[in-house]
């Protein structure tokens, strides 16, 4: 008995707490039509689904009552892609519906507090196509770019780097070159082993464990790919900015380890040398040498970033964006970061849809401890879906100055390229060592 009258009151004390929300957006709503600034109110919120290039893309578009004025929000998480549309539609558009569309703090922090138990990849990317849209909406209505309600710019363009690799070290080497051929001045560099699954390329018969599958074995990809960074900075000197993805593949003691052996490469960082259940390694690796450190595209919670920016054990924080809640999130750990002098390398690989590496640019754009960033380089269909993204030149991203995002969505060429039949439905397989061990990948 007496657990029901709390139930009902803590069920009384939530639908207190939704109600009076509601009054103060009409009472605003009235306020503000008094002095001619009707507030846009949210009419309606779509999700977009597409997979032109190779991964899945999930878009979120937020519609208000006011004629022609809406805006786009990243949700993508690929590898659970067909999760987020229900929580977008099921739970956060009901709450969202009638809701004044210009407050945008104050909807990230009903949307995170709506679910009770927060801060997963699922529903953060749910809140960031909100978010994000949001923002772009508050853009469109100022007639500026997001870059511009972020502070302006403290730079004309922004840094990115190309991801390159080969089986042999030559052939990695030939392929940096090209890259810097290209503008790029950073470069990532992997190698592949012969019949090892490695992250990056893949190459020559499978090597044969005690299993049927892919092998892969941490000793044997950190001697290689010592020997290969340890070439390339030989072979090509010291203009070129070397970053290094272990994709958090070796235990912590090799991580202490590999990160003491790479330090006279001097790479521009060295990135997920621990996995995310481990990073209290960092202060290990902090204590024996000075190879810098970048971490976090696997972070959902603020339990993640918070002790490894406060604690000035990285270098760079690179989270993903969507995957953390959207802009308005990434905006307060970009300016954390900043206060104990970690950059910004936020993750961008092709898994993040063309409005979120768009958000991420805008970002960079006002950040005074920007680092560089992964992808923005939009080609293909998606520049035909996306159009108005940023421009490449010389190894740098240039944005838009439209407002908002300064991004359209051909919606009807996106629904000509829906999510491909898959067998494992866009999720990753898995990948074992030798004796058939499941390693974190
Ligand atoms: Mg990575």
């Given at each position: 008995?007496?657990?029901?009258?709390?139930?009902?009151?803590?069920?009384?004390?939530?639908?207190?707490?939704?109600?009076?929300?509601?009054?103060?957006?009409?009472?605003?709503?009235?306020?503000?039509?008094?002095r001619g600034l009707p507030s846009p109110i949210i009419k309606d919120i779509q999700v977009i689904t597409t997979q032109p290039a190779g991964v899945r893309l999930v878009v979120v578009k937020v519609i208000t009552d006011q004629d022609g004025l809406y805006g786009y929000g990243c949700a993508t998480f690929t590898q659970r892609a067909d999760l987020v549309p229900p929580a977008v539609e099921k739970y956060l558009k009901p709450l969202l519906i009638g809701q004044p569309a210009d407050r945008i703090e104050d909807t990230w922090q009903a949307c995170w507090n709506s679910s009770y138990w927060r801060n997963g990849p699922v529903l953060n990317n749910a809140i960031s196509g909100i978010d994000e849209a949001l923002w772009d909406i508050k853009g469109r209505q100022a007639n500026m770019p997001v870059y511009q309600l972020l502070g302006g710019k403290v730079r004309e363009a922004c840094a990115t780097y190309d991801t390159v690799g080969g089986m042999?070290?030559?052939?990695?080497?030939?392929?940096?070159?090209?890259?810097?051929?290209?503008?790029?001045?950073?470069?990532?560099?992997?190698?592949?082993?012969?019949?090892?699954?490695?992250?990056?390329?893949?190459?020559?018969?499978?090597?044969?464990?005690?299993?049927?599958?892919?092998?892969?074995?941490?000793?044997?990809?950190?001697?290689?790919?010592?020997?290969?960074?340890?070439?390339?900075?030989?072979?090509?000197?010291?203009?070129?900015?070397?970053?290094?993805?272990?994709?958090?593949?070796?235990?912590?003691?090799?991580?202490?380890?590999?990160?003491?052996?790479?330090?006279?490469?001097?790479?521009?960082?060295l990135e997920d040398v621990l996995s995310p259940e481990d990073i209290d390694y960092f202060r290990l690796i902090r204590q024996q040498c000075a190879t810098s450190l970048a971490m976090g595209e696997l972070f959902n919670s603020p339990h993640e970033w918070q002790p490894l920016i406060a604690g000035r054990m990285i270098d760079y924080i690179r989270v993903h964006l969507s995957q953390v809640g959207g802009l308005s999130p990434a905006r307060k750990i970009a300016i954390l970061a900043e206060q104990f002098q970690v950059k910004t390398a936020w993750h961008g690989p092709g898994d993040v849809?063309?409005?979120?590496?768009?958000?991420?640019?805008?970002?960079d754009l006002a950040s005074a401890n920007f680092g560089v960033q992964e992808g923005g380089v939009i080609r293909g269909v998606e520049a035909e879906i996306f159009t108005g993204c940023a421009t490449y030149k010389d190894g740098f991203l240039w944005a838009s100055d439209a407002p908002g995002w300064g991004i359209e969505v051909n919606e009807e060429l996106a629904a000509k390229h829906p999510f491909r039949s898959d067998p494992l439905n866009g999720g990753w397989g898995e990948i074992r060592r030798y004796d058939g061990s499941i390693i974190q990948q």
């Amino acid at each position: 008995m007496q657990r029901r009258d709390c139930f009902h009151l803590a069920a009384a004390g939530a639908i207190g707490a939704i109600l009076p929300a509601r009054h103060l957006a009409a009472q605003e709503q009235a306020a503000r039509a008094t002095r001619g600034l009707p507030s846009p109110i949210i009419k309606d919120i779509q999700v977009i689904t597409t997979q032109p290039a190779g991964v899945r893309l999930v878009v979120v578009k937020v519609i208000t009552d006011q004629d022609g004025l809406y805006g786009y929000g990243c949700a993508t998480f690929t590898q659970r892609a067909d999760l987020v549309p229900p929580a977008v539609e099921k739970y956060l558009k009901p709450l969202l519906i009638g809701q004044p569309a210009d407050r945008i703090e104050d909807t990230w922090q009903a949307c995170w507090n709506s679910s009770y138990w927060r801060n997963g990849p699922v529903l953060n990317n749910a809140i960031s196509g909100i978010d994000e849209a949001l923002w772009d909406i508050k853009g469109r209505q100022a007639n500026m770019p997001v870059y511009q309600l972020l502070g302006g710019k403290v730079r004309e363009a922004c840094a990115t780097y190309d991801t390159v690799g080969g089986m042999e070290t030559p052939e990695v080497i030939d392929h940096v070159r090209q890259s810097m051929a290209k503008g790029f001045k950073h470069v990532k560099v992997q190698i592949g082993m012969p019949g090892m699954a490695v992250y990056g390329p893949h190459g020559g018969p499978a090597a044969k464990g005690l299993h049927e599958g892919a092998v892969f074995e941490p000793g044997p990809y950190m001697r290689r790919t010592r020997l290969m960074l340890e070439d390339c900075r030989k072979q090509l000197g010291d203009e070129i900015e070397l970053i290094h993805d272990v994709h958090e593949r070796v235990s912590p003691r090799q991580a202490v380890q590999f990160a003491k052996d790479l330090e006279p490469v001097r790479l521009f960082y060295l990135e997920d040398v621990l996995s995310p259940e481990d990073i209290d390694y960092f202060r290990l690796i902090r204590q024996q040498c000075a190879t810098s450190l970048a971490m976090g595209e696997l972070f959902n919670s603020p339990h993640e970033w918070q002790p490894l920016i406060a604690g000035r054990m990285i270098d760079y924080i690179r989270v993903h964006l969507s995957q953390v809640g959207g802009l308005s999130p990434a905006r307060k750990i970009a300016i954390l970061a900043e206060q104990f002098q970690v950059k910004t390398a936020w993750h961008g690989p092709g898994d993040v849809s063309p409005v979120g590496h768009t958000a991420q640019l805008h970002l960079d754009l006002a950040s005074a401890n920007f680092g560089v960033q992964e992808g923005g380089v939009i080609r293909g269909v998606e520049a035909e879906i996306f159009t108005g993204c940023a421009t490449y030149k010389d190894g740098f991203l240039w944005a838009s100055d439209a407002p908002g995002w300064g991004i359209e969505v051909n919606e009807e060429l996106a629904a000509k390229h829906p999510f491909r039949s898959d067998p494992l439905n866009g999720g990753w397989g898995e990948i074992r060592r030798y004796d058939g061990s499941i390693i974190q990948q």
